[in-house]
């Protein structure tokens, strides 16, 4: 029998499946690029949106952007779960984990919309406005953030059909 998770009976997310679906959303939006570019916040940026270390001149395999994908967004989960603990479900821990990994663990452990999740998980209005807040790069609003944000939302929202 299926049925739809509520805050009241959140079970802590199976991690690798949280991780599969937010790699898929992350690829989504960051494409794949195996020579080292300048992101439009004017970041090193390489394959999947991977900065740490990243200078002019590199290159790097499919392969290789896979891995550095894989490694980042465990890194991003761990953050966003040691931040909201069992408060979301496994596609609020997605669409946080999408988001933190596009715009850093330090701007996500200081917004106001980690502030607004952790005072009430299911206020969708609040929660989808500061989403919203988040499209800019280099003071320019950008229509890629602007679909982002609004995929991230939609998968916040999205209620988890647990097998039981």
Known sequence: M???STQSEQQEAPKDIVLQKARDLIAKFEGCKL????????VWTIGYGHTKGVKEGDKITVRQAGELLKLDTEQFLDCV?????SICNENQLVALTSFAFNF?????R???LLKV???EPQGFMAIKSEFLRW?????????GLKNRRNAEFEMYKKPCILKR
């Open 117 to 119: 999740i952790k005072k």
């Open 81 to 85: 779960r040691k931040e909201v603990g």
């Open 135 to 143: 499209v800019c790069a280099d003071k320019k609003v950008l229509q």
């Open 2 to 4: 299926s049925k739809i």
């Open 35 to 42: 020579t080292a570019y300048k992101c439009p916040a004017g």
């Open 104 to 108: 850093g663990k330090e701007a996500f």
């Open 110 to 112: 200081t917004s106001t």
